[in-house]
């Protein structure tokens, strides 16, 4: 309320008020009122009067009143800010959309390239079919058939259809994907995929999913190389005796064998459990020829591992390995290949 007012000071004050829309004078005071008006009532024993503000251009409704040149400045002011905002908003907008965009490339090429560096050179190098897990598993029926077992894993007979044929083919499936059989995996790939020759086995392609690393070679269908040389029965205990010989002797005039850092094998690892329990007859099982010559089987067993011993000073040279053989040289009793294990350090000569 404001005292001592007339009704002209009351009306300009409240038209220069932009919270104001009635102004009520009454007995010298004025009152500013906004809308809605509440707590109204009808005497005649009041008097006084009350200016309601309307729009110049005489539009309905109550609401606040301007002048021509305030509103334009005020519809111009609203204008721009408006406008001001919709350009700051789209501005910024498009500038997320690109980063976004940016953002979204880089990724995908970021991991585009992370495929292609964990990928060996040598597999893209060698044009082998990259085959997916849910095709081997179709072909090999669910590796169904067994042909073989390995140190890392099974081989399966499967079907592969191309260009119109069915072929058949021999899936290698590591099993266990540790950093051994990773190594072997690429190690396959790269160096037998870049190999062809007339009695080699063919590498044909691979597989490279998630944890699953499998290797598809061709089947051998007419089987394999030491059953045409030996037929069905295997080769008799002289005839294998003269190939160890001859491979030592080979051996020793081409190059000078270093072993480096191999894994421990199924077949070593059994050998030396059957020498050092004493069961050696196990490793010539329905040989009764090797079973009589049980002095030279032990030599040559000893001769084998002394040659697989992890610590590289610990293995004889090929030339003292065919003495050995030929009975030149005595054989001591030799440690146990492998590292951290217990040896007697006992040598004795046989």
Known sequence: MLESYSEEQCRTSCLNDCLCDVAIVRVGNCWKKKLPLSNGRFSNSMNGKAHIKVRRDNSSGLGPYSPSSAGEKKDRSTFILVGSLLLGSSVF?????LAVIFLVLFFFKDRKNMRKNNQDPSVMRSNLRSFTYQELK???????????????????????????????????????????????FKTEVSVIGQTHHKNLVRLLGYCEEGQNRLLVYEFMNKSNLGEHLFGISKPNWNQRVQ???????????????KVRGKERAVLTDWAYDCYTSGKLKDLVEEDEVAMNDMRRLERMVMIAIWCIQDEPTFRPSMKKVTLMLEGVIEVSVPPSPYPFSTSTGNYTQL
């Open 138 to 184: 179709e072909a090999t029926d669910g590796f169904k058939e067994v042909l073989g077992r390995g140190a890392f894993g099974i081989v399966y007979k499967g079907v592969v259809e191309e260009m119109g044929s069915r072929n058949y083919v021999a899936v290698k499936k590591l099993d266990k994907l540790v950093e051994e059989g990773e190594k072997e």
């Open 243 to 257: 190939i160890a010989f001859g491979i030592a002797r080979g051996l020793m005039k081409g190059i000078e064998l």
């Open 93 to 97: 907008f498009n500038f997320m959309l």
